[in-house]
């Protein structure tokens, strides 16, 4: 490891709860600077933060000036800090200033572009709403507009013998209604988000009866331009309608080999879809450096946008065991924060 340049760009990296980030070990310091610090170590009136800079291979705790440039690693939906930062930083020196996306919006941003066609229809939750999509798609989801980590998601079907049956997370009926007001009197009960979304439900394709789904990582890079950095498939748990209860992470070349398909078509597809996807959404939501795209397959292999993540967990590329892969999700978006912090 090389020492410490004083004057190699500092760039922040805001989270929730300082800590080290060791993953960060192999960044060359004389490069840039690496200061990891949360909302609570700005000192507003000083202008400088209290955070931990990464020295000599160490974390070392410093108070320091405001970052050249800064990558917001938090879950949340509050641009204010950001944007106070960037009043004294510059513009344009902040990034992912929304992490938490809201499905709602995020459907309305793309439904009118060339990705509207692998979304599925999608409303705002209402009883009203729900029923239509029932009486056209026999089936529906509904999630939590802010939601995340599979969370608060429930399944509803309606039966030819005209019942109600509401699932959550799994095929086992957590509630049965002859009644529309009974399911609706259920719904709204047991449903703990302020604000919903529901769609028509998408029967995926599957490999030994478990379904599975397809994300793509998408980063900005030292030229400031999108990339597709990384791929992964979640398998489910067998009975699961949603993958984030997954029974294995595996590459997508080795799902897909179970599939009828052109592969590398796909993959193009999905590149090109996830791309379109990160550059709307970066040009409606402010300066985004990184996103995943979700997606399963139907019966017809035509690929459906699960949920669009602001806040990817770099985490589950681990599990494929491939260090250039870990090495490049985990310093994309530092990358791109040196592009900030120099950029004139």
Not at 103 to 116: A, C, M, P, V
Not at 124 to 153: F, M, T, V
Not at 245 to 271: G, K, M, Y
Request: hydrophobic share 35%; with cysteine; proline share 4%.
């Amino acid at each position: 490891m090389s020492r410490t340049n004083s004057k190699a760009p500092l760039i922040g990296v805001m989270v929730s709860n300082t800590r080290p980030l060791p993953i960060y070990r192999s960044i060359q310091e004389d490069m840039a600077r690496i200061v990891t610090f949360s909302p609570r170590d700005i000192n507003w009136g000083e202008f400088r933060i209290k955070g931990l800079l990464l020295q000599s291979g160490k974390w070392v705790r410093k108070k320091l000036p405001f970052p050249n440039a800064v990558y917001n690693w938090r879950y949340s939906d509050d641009k204010w800090i950001l944007k106070k930062l960037e009043q004294i930083m510059g513009t344009d020196k902040t990034f992912n200033s929304i992490t938490r996306f809201d499905k709602w919006n995020t459907y309305r941003i793309l439904k009118d572009s060339s990705i509207g066609t692998y979304q599925p229809y999608t409303e705002l939750y209402s009883p009203n709403n729900l029923r239509g999509i029932l009486e056209k798609h026999q089936a529906s989801i509904i999630k939590p507009r802010k939601g995340h980590l599979g969370q608060d998601i429930h399944l509803i079907r309606m039966t030819k013998t005209g019942e109600y049956q509401l699932f959550q997370y799994n095929s086992v009926p957590i509630f049965t209604s002859k009644s529309w007001r009974g399911i609706i009197r259920h719904l709204q009960k047991h449903l703990t988000a302020n604000d919903y979304v529901v769609q028509q439900f998408v029967p995926f394709t599957m490999i030994n009866k478990r379904i599975f789904d397809i994300r793509l990582l998408v980063q900005k890079s030292f030229q400031g331009t999108w990339n597709v950095t990384a791929m992964l498939s979640r398998v489910a748990v067998r009975d699961y309608f949603v993958t984030n209860v997954c029974r294995a992470i595996t590459s997508v070349e080795e799902v897909l080999a179970h599939q009828h398909l052109d592969q590398q078509e796909l993959l193009d597809l999905l590149t090109q879809t996830s791309l379109q996807t990160a550059r709307l959404l970066d040009k409606q939501l402010g300066l985004l450096g990184e996103i995943s795209v979700d997606y399963g397959l139907d019966e017809q292999n035509h690929p459906w946008i699960i949920e669009v993540n602001g806040m990817p967990s770099k985490e589950l590329f681990i599990p494929l065991r491939d260090r250039k892969i870990i090495k490049r999700v985990y310093q994309s978006p530092l990358e791109y924060a040196y592009y900030l912090a120099t950029k004139k």
